[in-house]
RNA sequence: AGUCCCCUAGCUCAGUUGGUUAGAGCGCCACCUUGACACGGUGGAGGUCAGCGGUUCGAGUCCGCUGGGGACUACCA
């Protein structure tokens, strides 16, 4: 005999210890051997700001599930592990944590504080790095990358450099988006639009020498205090003549030109009349900029009204100032009307705040000719998005795409590797100047740092060690594939696509899945005010890292993921079910793996052919849907075979032979190797899945390899393919289940025992049936069964898969249920009949389906006639 | 405003070039403590595939329209 599983299940016992055993054996590791394929992928680097939430268990599983995948397909695999510096939100958590211990950033200065966020990093990479252990990902620790670490950083700054000397980087002045609370510019997709419920402020603008009044329309009235020119549209009639005109700014009293400009001004919109502050919008800018207006900036890059706001409102908040012009405009009698309305309020993605548009010097990478290989790239084919629909959106994004605003008013980063001297030159270089090449004065470094996702864009180049032609970087990029959120596709994706077809020659990866959003089980998002958060960890704990994976695979089909307790809790009992159905089948098995004789075909059963035809079908389902990332289908696939064929009915079916109820010992030992092979298979494909369970029972089962994780994963075989044991054990399947269901619909209960008929079998598939009569009478409780002849009158007759049955039932009163039932069923298939006949008479039909389509339909009329014969005897 | 996605059993979802009787999990009902498992077994109930129209011998599947929901992009003062 050999070691037992343990009574049960208890996943806490052995996971950590397996994944410290893999770890330390170095199977996350690439070999070295040069005849093997690769197969490389880098994660997603999580923020240093935090624990992992779902949303990264999720991605981070499907990576692994791939890469465990390919590793066990024979892969030389690398996945790269690693954290990004994640600029403004790292810097936020970092702010926020010392401010509620009375700490100021400003007070500590710039190198004080940078310190204290590096401190920040290594306690939570730390954590990361144990999450995703206890998640069971395969990743190579050895190659852990940091965004922010020196050779990093180093790539950052030749790209930068590059970039730069290309002039595709310029600094220049611009109206970007600003958030007053970060205090720092942001780019445009960091940008979040949410429809607010908002007010239409209609305010009266005197025209200067006349009695006329302009009335303009504004969300945002506070701004008016910077207007330098009214609009209308040069067609306009109504106002067509006061163009060249000047109105007089309530309030300030600024004199302001009256200006035609076709592009701002919808005569249509509103009153035709559009207020003009170049300094605070967008629209406005560029009108400025035609018109030659002074811009005139009222709001600071505090959010607080600035001195050309006027003594009354400088200092005071944008919003309070808002409140505050409204209400001086209604006391001098400017304030025509209010309307409610509702338009879309952009503000920061991380922070909440909203955005102000602002005239401001910042660096911008010229994005166009990066953008155009990285659109062909996709086009070709040579990056595919799966799934596709995603293509749709990232050409329209990418086609329509603006300058990147790459500079960052922050502490935390990549500090812009340009130098500053007093006479206003600039030096941008690998080599670190001290004095300027131009004029010799001493140089400063420029205190910006760079957008996060300028460094995450160079990621799977960069953490592979380019620049430099480093062994990593020749063999394992291009990476193969990324698993990503499809809320990181502009931030991210993109931007790796363009620098690494830019720089490397090569898309940096063939590959984009775009996963969906972990949502609760009403399809709701996972927020901490609705309270339905689930945190990984704490499934983990619970039920074991196999059921979180497994349920979170089987969840993903691509699109959203709805994910609770019930459905966890549902795959959670799939383990547990492997787990027994494997000490069973050790109970019995007394071969080691690697000492195991080869299965010699012609010896076996049907049954066992079976169920080999059966994990081979299964084996080339799951490797199909994997390669086209339907994780869903794949883990589907894997449950039924499982659960579904081998627990319900081979092992039900082997357990008379295994416990010497039938059979020769010879019948006994081959079933056992049967038993052996099917529990291995199944360990191995599922193994990517649940990469724990699986390695602690396979451990049992005397393998070759040291660990499941580097034992071949299965391929299919033509050779295993045989529908014919499929067709034969189909039929004893049915016939089973239907002498249960009349059994139970009789009103029998499953101790009582009858006889059954078979006829209406050919020779062959009567010595079948007579050899697999014990099958029959074990699993349909018979006392026999009768093959060929003709079935004694008042049995129920019924046709299943073309074999004619009859149960021998004892006298017992039928129910009204029963007898409608029997009506129910028969009308039923009448109906179908009836449609098959009309089908069939349809000379349409016959001359335009394929072949296969009409005799399918024929058998399928002949079935049911001598169907419906039994069944109106059994009235 | 534009682009895309979705509407199938009580709930959450599969259903891949149109083709026999539309599936799964959870939930529900009945029975069963059978020597791996009650996180189990057996059986069952439950769907006019959002609606309308079209193409076709044949539509959950393709096309159009309508209704409902969602995502993304852009933005109108």
Not at 717 to 733: G, I, N, S, Y
Not at 814 to 833: G, W
């Amino acid at each position: 005999m050999r070691e037992e599983l343990a009574k049960r299940y208890e996943p806490a016992s052995f996971e950590e210890r397996l994944y410290k055993k893999w770890e330390v054996e170095g199977y996350f590791t690439p070999v070295e051997d040069p005849e093997r394929p690769k197969f490389s992928i880098v994660i997603p680097p999580p923020n240093v700001t935090g624990r992992l939430h779902i949303g990264h268990a999720l991605v981070n599983t499907l990576q692994d599930i791939i890469v465990r995948w390919k590793r066990m397909s024979g892969f030389n695999t690398l996945w790269v592990p690693g954290t990004d510096h994640a600029g403004i939100a790292t810097q936020m958590v970092v702010e926020r944590n010392l401010a509620s211990k009375g700490i100021n950033r400003l007070e500590m200065g710039r190198d004080a504080f940078v310190e204290k966020v590096w401190e920040w990093k290594e306690q939570h990479s730390t954590e990361i790095k144990d999450q995703l252990t206890r998640l069971g990902a395969s990743c190579d620790w050895t190659r852990e990358r940091f965004t922010l670490d020196d050779r990093l950083s180093r790539a950052v700054r030749y790209v930068f450099v590059k970039l730069y000397e290309d002039g595709l980087i310029y600094r220049g002045i611009a109206m970007i988006n600003w958030c007053p609370q970060c205090r720092t510019a942001i780019s445009d997709v960091e940008v979040e639009f949410d429809e607010k419920q908002s007010k239409l402020w209609h305010i009266a603008y005197p025209v200067e020498g006349t009695d006329r009044r302009l009335t303009v329309a504004t969300t945002r009235p506070e701004t008016m205090l910077g207007d330098t020119a009214v609009a209308v549209h040069p067609d306009d009639a109504r106002y067509k003549d006061l163009i060249g005109k000047f109105a007089i700014l309530p309030i300030v009293n600024r004199r302001i030109p009256i200006i035609g400009d076709a592009e701002l001004v919808d005569p249509e919109f509103g009153t035709g009349v559009v207020k003009v502050t170049p300094a605070h919008d967008k629209n406005d800018y560029e009108t400025g900029k035609r018109h030659n207006l002074e811009q005139i900036q009222v709001i600071g890059e505090d959010g607080r009204m600035t001195a050309a706001a006027g003594a009354e409102f400088e200092t005071l908040d944008r919003f309070e100032a808002r409140n505050k012009v409204v209400e001086r405009l209604r006391d001098d009698g400017f304030l025509v009307k209010i309307e409610d309305y509702v338009n879309n309020v952009g503000s920061h993605g991380k922070c909440g705040t909203i955005i102000e548009p602002m005239v401001s010097r910042q660096w911008f990478v010229k994005i166009e000719p990066l953008a155009r290989p990285a659109i062909e790239a996709v086009r070709s084919g040579a990056v595919q998005i799966v799934p596709q629909s995603w293509e749709a959106t990232y050409f329209n994004w990418m086609e329509n795409i603006h300058d990147w605003t790459i500079s960052r008013q922050l502490w935390w980063g990549h500090r812009i590797p340009a130098f500053h001297c007093p006479n206003g030159h600039t030096t941008v270089t690998m080599a670190e100047p001290t004095d300027c090449p131009q004029c010799g004065a001493p140089v400063e470094q420029e205190t910006d740092v760079l957008d996060t996702w300028f460094s995450s864009g160079l990621w799977p180049f960069s953490t592979l060690g380019w620049p430099d032609e480093t062994p990593d970087y020749k063999i394992f990029y291009p990476t193969d594939t990324l698993i990503t959120g499809f809320d990181i596709l502009f931030f991210w994706v993109a931007r790796m696509i363009m620098f690494g077809l830019r720089f490397t020659g090569k898309a940096p990866f063939s590959q984009v899945f775009l996963n969906g959003l972990v949502r609760d089980e009403q399809g709701r998002k996972m927020s901490k005010t609705i309270g339905n958060v689930i945190d990984p960890l704490d499934v983990v704990n619970e039920v074991g890292a196999d059921a979180l994976r497994f349920t979170l695979a089987v969840s993903c089909s691509g699109r959203d993921i709805p994910l609770g307790k019930s459905r966890i809790q549902g795959y959670s009992a799939f383990v547990n079910k492997i787990w027994n159905a494997s000490r069973f089948a050790l109970m019995h098995i007394d071969v080691e793996l690697k000492d195991a004789e080869p299965i010699e075909r012609e010896n076996l059963r049907t049954v066992e052919r079976w169920i080999l035809s059966r994990l081979n079908s299964t084996v080339a389902e799951v490797n199909k849907q994997l390669s086209v990332f339907r994780y869903d289908e794949a883990s589907t696939a894997l449950y039924k075979f499982f659960w579904h064929e081998f627990c319900d009915w081979y092992i039900e079916m082997a357990k008379p032979v295994l416990l010497g109820k039938h059979g020769t010992d010879g019948d006994r030992s081959l079933a056992k190797r049967v038993l052996l092979e099917v529990l291995d298979g199944s360990l191995r494909l599922l193994h990517p899945f649940m990469p724990f369970v699986t390695e602690e029972i396979w451990q049992k089962l005397g393998g070759v390899e040291p660990s499941i994780m580097i034992a071949p994963y299965p391929i299919s075989e033509e050779v295993l393919e045989d529908p014919e044991a499929e067709r034969l054990m189909t039929a004893v399947k049915a016939i089973i289940t239907t002498v249960r269901n009349v059994r139970a619909e009789r009103g029998f209960t499953p101790k009582d025992r009858f006889r059954l008929f078979i006829s209406g079998v050919d020779a062959r598939e009567s010595a079948f049936f007579t050899d697999s009569a014990y099958l029959l009478i074990e699993l349909a409780r018979l006392t026999e069964v009768i093959v060929g002849g003709e079935p004694p009158a008042g049995t129920h007759k019924d046709v299943v898969e073309g074999v004619h049955i009859a149960v021998e039932f004892p006298e017992k009163e039928i129910s009204p249920e029963q007898i409608e039932r029997t009506r129910r069923e028969i009308e039923k298939s009448r109906a179908e009949l009836a449609g098959l006949d009309a089908k069939l008479a349809n000379e349409q039909f016959l001359r335009n389906a394929p072949p296969q389509i009409v005799a399918g339909a024929q058998a399928r009329q002949a079935e049911l006639r001598e169907r419906l014969e039994k069944l109106q005897q059994n009235q």
